[in-house]
């Protein structure tokens, strides 16, 4: 897949460089990284629904979040069509690999950028 849109998102310990946005969840707010494309910008709501989602959903299931760090990346073909969207989480926390591995799941199957990207959208102009 092509790797010449990514993005990275971070908040709490994994937050990293970039610029810092405010955020519900994290007194320090979250750095993103990323160009001011419209592909990038695709790649961004993604990897930002999903740092989202893993710390609403943290709550719930007992899971303190140190930091979280999502990457998202992806192509396109000839005509700009999204050849998909990767995207990857890098977990701070002192929870079981089990449990981690239980959020990520739930946060996969919940987020709702994601979900709306996988079944497609309509958008138009008026």
């Known amino acids: 897949m092509d790797d010449g849109f990514a993005v990275e998102v971070g908040a709490g ?34 990897a930002g629904c999903v740092l989202n989602d893993l710390y609403r959903e943290a709550g719930p299931l007992g899971i303190t979040l140190d930091g979280v760090r999502v990457t998202a990346r ?23 690999a089990q449990e ?13 950028i994601p979900r709306a990207l996988r079944v497609g959208t309509r958008v138009e102009r008026r």
């Open 74 to 96: 992806g192509g396109f073909d000839e005509g700009w069509a999204s050849t998909g969207i990767v995207y990857s989480v890098e977990l701070d926390t002192a929870a079981s």
């Open 13 to 46: 310990s994994l937050r990293g460089e970039g610029t810092t946005l405010p955020h519900r969840w994290t007194s320090g707010g979250v750095a993103v990284r990323a160009d001011f494309t419209g592909a990038h910008l695709l790649h961004l709501a993604a």
């Open 100 to 112: 981690q591995q239980a959020l990520v799941e739930r946060v996969d199957e919940v987020a709702e």
